[in-house]
């Protein structure tokens, strides 16, 4: 049976010909029974294959599915933000177009909902580079320390918010950094925050984009200006509640 709440999941792309096709269908398959209704939104971040007119063709099919053109490559965070500006619905869930999640397990964060503003999947034995998993440790030890953002796996795609939630917490980030430029503020706001694990795959198809050395370097000097920016406003501790997993 679905919830009573309505959902808009949110799907950030960037040269994904070869997954949006099955992205949205995995959505409407594994998410959208779920809720009392339910919106795709695709934010095409200024893909220079067939990602844009694969996602027009999906919004002329069907009425479930809203796209969001870059002109041109603007971020990761930047994607986020159009899509959340451009959604609908109170409840907001964000995955990529890789397919490197299960959508059936969104049913570990619905029960965790209740009473909380953010509930987000931590990537149980991530299939990522040894690189990759490297600078996300990095990441979160610097978000832990110094801002109390006491979470497993800050950046996982696989988070649902209350959209209430941005009517304080504001978006600057064009990059990564985004993740846990929101979960700071959560936590400054006290916020309830809980997380759950999910089961991640190695990317089947498509090449990935977020750990290039530019994107990488970006990455860094936005976190940089952000600590410089955050750092003392230290916040008060975050609630935290983990289900199984």
């Not at 980030?173 to 694990?197: H, K, T």
């Amino acid at each position: 049976m679905p919830t009573t709440e309505s959902l808009s999941v949110i799907v950030p792309l960037y040269n994904e010909e070869e997954n949006v096709e099955a992205t949205v269908a995995e959505v409407r398959a594994k998410i959208a029974p779920r809720f009392l209704s339910c919106e795709i939104v695709l934010v095409n971040d200024g893909s220079q294959d067939r990602t844009p007119s694969l996602c027009d063709a999906l919004a002329a099919a069907g009425t479930d599915v809203r796209v969001v053109h870059h002109p041109r490559n603007l971020g990761y965070g930047a994607a986020l933000r159009s899509g959340f500006a451009a959604a609908r619905h109170p409840l907001l869930f964000y995955t990529d177009g890789d397919l490197q999640f299960d959508l059936d397990e969104i049913d570990r964060l619905l029960p965790l909902l209740e009473g909380a503003d953010i509930v987000t999947g931590y990537r149980i034995n991530r299939q990522d580079p040894w690189h990759r998993r490297f600078n996300a440790g990095t990441y979160n030890l610097v978000m832990r320390t110094l801002f109390g953002v006491r979470l497993r796996d800050l950046d996982c795609a696989f988070k649902l918010y209350r959209k209430s939630i941005f009517e304080t917490i504001q978006m600057k980030s064009d990059g990564i950094l985004i993740s846990g430029e929101i979960l700071v503020q959560a936590v400054a706001q006290g916020l309830v925050i809980r997380e759950v694990g999910v089961t991640h795959y190695p990317r089947a198809r498509g090449t990935p984009t977020g750990n290039k050395p530019l994107v990488v370097v970006a990455a860094m000097i936005e976190l940089v200006k952000f600590c410089w920016t955050q750092w003392r406003a230290r916040p008060s501790a975050v609630q935290v509640g983990r289900g199984s997993g």
